[in-house]
């Protein structure tokens, strides 16, 4: 018997790089028009966790495998894991063309509710105010969450907005965060046949 699930497969935004430093490894491939179930190994499960949800619900195929110096700290390793999953998106994006460009969401998770407005505009921006109670989150350094979007934001050039409006769990806040991001990003880089560059300048 057939399985008539069909799994679309975009072509053409896509992109694959590596980047090896000394304190890091990571390796990614990005498809933004794919179905199909990401797989990401970080070392740090909770932010692979993080990263899955941002894709699910971004409806992006994301492909990554990360090693770094953990024995140090998480720092260079999620840091890093930002600056080139906002390289690949960088990459994937081509000249923006025909991309609707701005998106925001926000995304309630049962007690937690988080917004997210995002511009690829060019210039990389970030405004970033969440609170967590606990120093640590599932294994996760719960103050390295900003960097992880410090390297984002840089790498993929874009104004980004990002608030943990409220909430108890720090686990539900920050889960409602990259769902938030996921969503807004699906919508900043939705296509649009009536747009050439979005933008007045003819660039982007």
Known sequence: MKDNKKEYLGRGRVSSLKRKTKETDIEISLNLDSNIQSKIDTSIS?????LENFAKHGLFSINLKARGDIQNG???L???TGIVLGQ????ALKDRAQISRAGYFV????????????????????DF????NNKNIAGLESSLIEDFFIGFTSSIKASMHLRIIKGRNDHHKAESLFKALGRAMHAACETNKKITIQSTKGVI
């Open 74 to 76: 998480q720092h260079h």
């Open 46 to 50: 909770f932010l692979d966790h993080l």
């Open 78 to 80: 999620v840091e890093d």
């Open 129 to 132: 105010e969440a609170k967590f």
């Open 88 to 91: 690949a998106f960088d990459k």
């Open 107 to 126: 995304f309630p998770m049962d007690e937690s509710l988080s917004f997210a407005a995002i511009d690829i505009s060019g210039r990389p921006y970030l």
